[in-house]
DNA sequence: TCAAAACACACT
DNA sequence: GTGTGTTTTGAT
């Protein structure tokens, strides 16, 4: 009897063999497997002759799919993941699956319960109905064709459907469902604009390249069009009969979006995101297989959509942060679609305003094919940004006097303003005048964040939340005051200011749910409200046209932060905020507040642009040694006790010595606690990204054997993002 | 002395 | 990861 290697999904770096009659299994098919006092649903991914097992070896109990569900090229892409990431690949084979294919979900649509008559005598009503109007007026419906059950529910009641089932005048029959026939229709007839000439020259470069593995970096600033390349790339994709899946940061998902790809083309576009059901995102899953969607839009898990006809990946906004997995398989997306678009030998098309460093190095050594957009479409232009030296000034919510005049002039000029904060709530802090004592989170030993209209204190690290104290702890003082800024602050500040004008606050606090924002969005884009004061989320791809004035409360943060991104983030930020504005036919400007006003990083970047602080920023990387000229790897650990977190990484640290390497640690994380969890880590780098690969490799089922690695939660982090 | 909690371990 | 069997802990 042949045995099967299964890959379960447990966290180890092993496969489990199985028993089973049939000779061809094969790899990619689903199983039902007996695992101790459970079953498990596992993948086949190998046979053999002999096991070290032999004599505890069960049978499988369920073959699921006689057809493999993870085609060859996505099973290797899943190996490469494995090695890659050193994940175990049970786990990894469970984050590729729609969770519905994970619970063991047909792979197959459901067939459609369909309504039809048994006698087919044309327009004869038979007298068994009688008076029954209402069966009287389904049957009539019936004779005309056959209804799927759902449809007919929708208009009449279940008494009704059941009449005519009792008498036999109608039957359920089960009907395959041609949903997700294969569709190559689109339409190319509509208007479309005229390309400028670098469009025009992006768009020939891509098309040229539509059969073979090309990575495009399209680097373009705001408002110059980037969307209409892809659109146009698009097209000539459609034209081969291909399909293209899109890859969208997490909050850049909007209906309007999706209705700009329908429309331009007028097909169904498959749409992915976190608010659908298992069974809709298994539907999307199964019409994209089946080549039924030519055009597949989602966020970061999308990148393991399976396609019958793969024709080109796109990956907008690519320096994003939401791209990379932070938990379980910590994949990035961007670096997952090269591969898969190298393992298919289609084109990628990356796109940024502000490119990450590792795909403009990438672009800069021609591993990429650089395509710059300089140029602003129509009459926009850009913000005109400018630092305002705030040392010594005194500041009214952490705003400077001047500040609030030039607030006022582009409120009374009619026009709309934007504020970023970096922290949600009313301040960061609370703490006692008297004594100084500092109100603390005990799981995470960070300061409590205040929001005053909850009357609350609450921890932003773990969500622990309780009543605005009254007093101190420590000398029961009364006298509480708050410190730092946060957007609830602003805002009540701003309104009090300016009491003839709408202020409103975008943060996750305000904004639950995507509807929410939605509407919010429409509201300021229609006027509702003429102060604007957010979080991160203003910097992800809304745009608002009535908006001339952006102001950052607080560029220093990162200025020095231990995080050797914080520049590149701030200025992809800055450079992101400041093309929100300005852009109908109102010239914008932008205000950076900072004590530092001449720290080059600033000045190159309000100077140079984006593009030139972006080049900048790497020749100081490759100074350092840092990422993309180096490499890294992080062992994470999180512990109740401390020095378990210390002893763990002390063993890893030693198991990979390496002339090659250079480690770094053990070392408490940036959050040193969080949810009464002690976390520790372990920082590898190395200049060789095969020698770490390998090293990392060659020990990790030592690492995972470790008699410590029992008591510590501990995974590894390639090419981690942050180092939280 | 017993039961709950913490710990260890196997699972093919 | 999870279910189970074993050891430790602490309150009666």
Redesign the pocket.
């Known amino acids: 009897m042949p045995i099967y ?2 890959a ?5 770096r ?6 089973h009659e049939q000779q061809n299994l094969h790899p990619g098919c689903r199983v039902r ?6 079953e ?1 649903i596992g993948v086949v991914m190998s046979t053999t002759q002999n ?3 032999m004599s ?4 499988i109990s369920q073959v699921i799919d006689e057809q493999p569900i993870i085609d060859s090229t996505m099973l290797s892409l899943c190996n490469w993941l494995a090695g890659y990431y050193h994940h175990p690949i049970g786990e990894v084979l469970h984050t590729v699956m729609p969770v519905a294919l994970r619970k063991g979900e047909s792979d197959k649509p459901k067939p459609i319960e369909t309504l039809r008559l048994t006698q087919t005598e044309p327009d004869v009503i038979p007298e068994v109905l009688g008076r029954a109007k209402k069966q009287r007026e389904l049957y009539a419906e019936l004779l005309n064709h056959a209804q799927t059950l759902s449809v007919v529910k929708q208009k009449y009641t279940d008494g009704v459907i059941k009449g005519l089932l009792e008498k036999n005048l109608a039957t359920i029959e089960l009907v395959e469902d041609t949903r997700i026939d294969a569709d190559f229709q689109f339409n190319s007839n509509v208007i479309k604009p005229k390309p400028n000439v670098e469009q025009a020259l992006a768009i020939t470069a891509i098309s040229q390249a539509l059969n073979k593995y090309t990575c495009f970096l399209l680097e373009g600033i705001t408002g110059s069009g980037k969307t209409e390349v892809y659109l146009q790339s698009i097209e000539e994709v459609l034209r081969n009969r291909k399909q293209v899946l899109i890859l969208v940061p997490e909050i850049g998902l909007t209906p309007q979006t999706v209705k700009r790809f329908e429309n331009r083309f007028g097909l169904e576009v498959g749409i992915l995101h976190s608010n659908l059901t298992d069974n809709e995102r298994l539907l999307v899953w199964q019409k994209s297989r089946a080549g039924k969607l030519s055009i597949i839009i989602g966020t970061r898990s999308s990148i393991f959509t399976p396609m019958v006809r793969p024709g080109m990946i796109i990956v907008d906004e690519e320096h994003d942060a939401s791209y990379k997995q932070q938990d379980g398989l910590k994949y990035s997306a961007r670096d997952l679609a090269v591969i898969r678009a190298k393992e298919h030998n289609i084109p990628l098309l990356l796109g940024s305003a502000t490119p990450s460093l590792e795909s403009l190095n990438n672009a800069l050594t021609h591993k990429y094919q650089l395509l710059q957009l300089n140029q602003r479409a129509g009459n926009a232009v850009q913000a005109k940004q400018s630092v305002l030296d705030i040392t010594n000034q005194p500041l009214q919510a952490g705003l400077a006097a001047g500040m609030l005049t030039r607030i006022e002039q582009h409120l009374k000029a009619g026009n709309q303003v934007m504020l970023f904060v970096n922290r949600r709530g009313f301040a960061p802090a609370l703490l006692c005048h008297q004594c100084g004592h500092v109100e603390e989170c005990k799981r995470c030993n960070k300061p409590f964040t205040v929001h005053k209209s909850l009357q609350k204190i609450q921890c932003h690290h773990c969500g622990a939340a309780r009543a605005l104290p009254k007093q101190c702890k420590e000398c029961g003082h009364h006298e509480l005051i708050t410190q730092g800024v946060g957007t609830e602050q602003l805002s009540m500040f701003l309104q009090s200011q300016f009491p003839q004008y709408s202020a409103v606050r975008i943060d996750s606090d305000s904004v639950r749910g995507k509807a929410k924002l939605d509407n919010l969005l429409t509201e300021i884009n229609a006027g509702a409200h003429q102060i604007l004061i957010g979080t991160q989320i203003l910097s992800k791809g809304h745009h608002f046209p009535n908006v001339t004035l952006v102001v950052i409360l607080d560029a220093d943060g990162a200025l020095f932060s231990a995080d050797f991104r914080a520049s590149e983030h701030l200025a992809q930020l800055i450079t992101q905020l400041s093309g929100r504005a300005g852009r109908a036919q109102k010239l914008g400007e932008m205000w950076l507040q900072t004590h530092q006003p001449g720290h080059p990083l600033l000045q190159d970047l309000i100077n140079n642009g984006y593009g030139h602080f972006a080049r900048f920023a790497l020749s100081e990387r490759k100074l350092a040694s840092l990422p993309p000229f180096s490499f890294h790897a992080l062992f994470r650990t999180e512990s ?1 006790q401390a020095q378990d977190g210390f002893e763990f990484l002390s063993h890893v640290s030693q198991m990979l010595q390496h002339p090659q390497i250079r480690i770094v640690g053990p070392i408490p994380a940036i959050m040193e606690k969080r949810q009464g969890k002690y976390r520790m880590q372990l920082l590898l780098q190395s200049h060789s990204r095969a020698i770490l690969n390998q090293v990392i490799g060659h020990f990790s089922t030592d690492i995972e054997a470790l ?1 410590i690695a ?2 510590v ?1 501990w995974s590894i982090d390639i090419d981690p993002q942050d180092f939280i």
């Open positions: 290697q299964v379960l999904p447990l966290p180890k092993q496969l489990f063999d199985y028993l497997v007996p695992f101790g006092p459970r498990l096991s070290p097992f505890k070896l069960k049978p109740l008699p029992r008591k939660r």
